[in-house]
């Protein structure tokens, strides 16, 4: 079977140790990896996987070009990444614009680092933006265990996202929000053809028959392989998914041609 991991995280050599320390510690989750590239790619071949999507997070204004700028600078040999921007940057549109010149693939949310709720309408021009340069948008959903008890990223927040943008390519993390599933099962689950689910650091958290529910009715071709790397060992959403009960081609789109239609301008073969 090949992977492509559309959920991992590193950071630069410098920060690496002390992110890694200060999240382990608030969140009592011992990480997979150094959070180096370096161990990423270790990690990653030893599962197997030849090509994953990083996402980095800006969790400052002032952070976002020169997170972007690293992101650009790590990519090869497999790994694609996509850019950050912050909310409250005065200069986020233009920046969303350089993240597309610089070839990163997407732009990467999250609402509990960054303060922000998907659905404000303040955040509409940079939807705008970001959909009318062909990127997609990739949201953090759901609870999050290194962050404060606020969950901002909700199933009906990403539901009215997609409303307003028919054209823009949602995934939302997590199966579409941790630990927030029947929301999920209730407001976003099959219900849009412009939003994904991966399946990122799921596995210690869901019921196999309540992922199984959630993949039939949103199509097992809306679904992507996700690890959430280092937060979680790579090997673990492999075997979650290899135990359901999916035909071979339904893990196969799982896995990774699902990654690969969306990853298509930026990969030479789909």
């Not at 140790?17 to 959070?35: K, M, N, V, W, Y």
């Not at 609870?143 to 390519?169: C, G, H, M, N």
């Not at 196999?208 to 809306?222: F, K, N, P, S």
Request: aromatic share 12%; charged share 25%.
């Amino acid at each position: 079977m090949k992977y492509f991991d559309f959920h991992v995280h590193a950071f630069t050599d410098e920060l690496a140790s002390r992110a890694l320390s200060g999240l382990a510690e608030t969140s009592g989750i011992s990480p997979a990896t150094d959070g180096t590239i370096t161990g990423l790619r270790r990690k990653l071949e030893q599962n197997g996987i030849d090509r994953a999507l990083l996402l980095p997070v800006a969790t400052k204004p002032s952070q976002q070009a020169t997170i972007n700028n690293w992101a650009a600078s790590v990519m090869g040999g497999g790994l694609f990444c996509c850019g950050t921007v912050h909310p409250d940057a005065e200069d986020v549109i233009s920046e969303v614009e350089r993240i597309k010149s610089i070839g990163l693939c997407g732009v990467k949310f999250h609402s509990e680092y960054q303060k922000f709720c998907p659905d404000e309408k303040r955040m509409f021009p940079i939807y705008e933006k970001i959909q009318e340069l062909g990127l997609f948008v990739i949201f953090h959903g759901g609870w999050d265990p290194y962050s404060e008890d606020i969950i901002r990223a909700t199933p009906q927040s990403f539901a009215a996202v997609a409303d307003t943008f028919p054209e823009l390519k949602i995934i939302a993390a997590h199966l579409g929000g941790l630990k927030l599933w029947d929301d999920t099962e209730k407001y976003t689950a099959g219900k849009y053809d412009n939003m994904w689910f991966d399946i990122s650091v799921i596995s210690r958290y869901i019921s196999d028959e309540q992922l199984m529910r959630v993949i039939r009715m949103h199509g097992a071709d809306r679904v992507l392989f996700g690890s959430d790397c280092p937060w979680d060992e790579p090997a673990n959403e492999i075997a979650m998914i290899e135990r359901l009960p999916l035909t071979e081609y339904e893990k196969e789109c799982i896995f990774y041609r699902n990654a690969e239609e969306l990853m298509y301008p930026y990969i030479s073969s789909p």
